[in-house]
């Protein structure tokens, strides 16, 4: 994962157990400066809390962690600042979040890619990308997956690179 250093912002997209998040964090502790984590994951059952917990203890003393599971452009509006990386993970839950909370989609994309646009410091998004499967059988969840591809092009099209992730090997995008 010897991946050239990313200048100001960054997307890193795959699919499921791809490696996407060990490589994002990897990138993150590449750089100088304070580390936050800002998680959009709720801890809604179980087996949720034991993934973040683990998380958690990957990331180690080093970060910092900012809960924002629905608004995701006021944690990087406040959290951001030369001197800090921030890695957002995940845009795929933030975007079950919007679903669920009946949040419109339009206004809250344009207002992470604002804050992107604004960032005083070095950001990295991670994502999964859901559409390269079959069609999904159910109305709610090609709704998911056509939010998530809407989140994951205006991401792409606001961060100054993005890589996508398979078997853990990055292949640049941007």
């Known amino acids: ?8 912002s ?16 990897a990138q993150a502790e590449s750089r100088s400066g304070n580390l936050v984590y800002i998680a959009t994951a709720q801890a809604l059952d ?3 809390t034991q993934r973040i917990a683990r998380h ?8 910092r962690t900012v809960d924002a599971p629905l608004d995701l452009a006021a ?7 030369a001197d800090r990386v921030l ?8 975007a079950s979040n919007l679903l669920f909370a009946e949040r419109d989609l339009a206004p809250a994309i344009e207002t992470v890619t604002n804050a992107i646009t604004l960032a005083a410091g070095p950001l990295i998004f991670v994502s999964n990308e ?3 499967g079959i069609v999904p059988d159910n109305a709610m969840a090609r709704r998911f997956r056509d939010m998530a591809g809407e989140i994951n092009q205006a991401v792409a099209a606001a961060v100054d690179q993005a890589v996508f992730i398979a078997a853990g090997l990055p292949l640049r995008l941007k």
């Open 1 to 8: 994962m010897n991946e050239k250093p990313f200048d100001k």
């Open 10 to 25: 960054l997307l890193v997209l795959g699919g499921a157990r791809s490696g996407k998040s060990r490589f994002a964090q």
């Open 46 to 48: 179980d087996e949720m």
């Open 56 to 63: 958690q203890d990957d990331r180690g003393a080093r970060w």
């Open 75 to 81: 944690a990087i509006a406040a959290e951001s600042r």
């Open 87 to 94: 890695l957002i993970d995940c845009l795929t839950l933030w």
């Open 130 to 132: 859901v559409g390269l």
